[in-house]
């Protein structure tokens, strides 16, 4: 079975201070990792993916994300925030011993002060 | 590109009654996905087509959910009867054919059962 788990249900930070959102997961084979971010009454937009190779991943509007196979984490990281960040963020994972289904975490809300 | 469109946004039903959602995925996805999400929760998946096929329906509940892709495009998903339990987020999505490619989603229809 697969799993993923976001520890922390609320992230707090200021304007202009890094923002680290963290995910582990628990998978059989090989996972396929995904980062989605969700605003208010819209569906998930997709920030970032790491599938295989280069363990730090790019993504949009300045975030990126650390694949750490021997800690089975998928961080997510943004140098610094933006008030335009506070939205609810949601990590989640496929492999092939769950017929690649996507599941995903229970999310983590961010709020980015000014 | 035009994104994944949804229909309607916000639905109110009493129990028992029947209701229906549509979905217009992107252009060219093949791939397309029901995902019910719970307040408070992550999405999960209801049923997956790969054009007009079923590829995963294991987590529908076939005694009062029903969804169908006729013509490998549009897609309908209904409910009847409605519990109160069904109170919940209906997410549709796209993608591109393939386990790594990133899902694309609507912004849903909000479905409140009295």
């Known amino acids: 079975a697969q799993s993923v788990a976001q520890p922390e249900d609320q992230v707090n930070v200021a304007e202009g201070n890094p923002l680290t959102v963290k995910c582990t997961y628990s998978?059989?084979?090989?996972?396929?990792l995904f980062w989605y971010v969700q605003y208010p009454n819209r569906g998930l937009q997709f920030l970032l993916k790491?599938?295989?190779?280069?363990?730090l991943v790019k993504g949009s509007y300045g975030f990126e994300a650390e694949f750490n196979k021997s800690q089975t984490s998928f961080h997510l990281k943004k140098p610094s925030a933006l008030v335009s960040d506070s939205a609810l963020y949601f990590c989640?994972?496929?492999?092939?011993?769950?017929?690649?289904?996507?599941?995903f975490g229970a999310g983590t809300t961010v709020t980015v002060r000014a | 590109e035009a994104g994944v469109a949804q229909s309607p946004r916000y639905k109110i039903i009493e129990k028992r009654q029947s209701v229906a959602f549509w979905c217009n995925p992107i252009?060219?996805?093949?791939?397309l996905y029901w995902y019910q999400q719970i307040l408070g929760q992550g999405p999960k998946l209801l049923i997956q087509?790969?054009?007009?096929?079923?590829?995963?329906d294991s987590q529908l509940p076939k005694d009062r959910f029903s969804a169908e892709r006729l013509k490998g495009v549009d897609s309908t998903l209904k409910i009847q009867p409605a519990k109160l339990e069904d109170s919940a987020v209906y997410l549709c999505?796209?993608?591109?054919?393939?386990?790594?490619?990133?899902?694309?989603f609507g912004d849903g229809t909000r479905l409140s059962i009295l």
């Open positions: 087509f790969q054009n007009n096929g079923v590829v995963d």
């Open positions: 252009s060219g996805h093949a791939t």
């Open positions: 998978v059989s084979g090989n996972p396929y």
């Open positions: 999505a796209s993608s591109l054919e393939g386990d790594n490619q990133p899902q694309h």
């Open positions: 989640a994972v496929r492999d092939v011993a769950n017929d690649y289904k996507l599941s």
């Open positions: 790491y599938i295989t190779g280069d363990n």
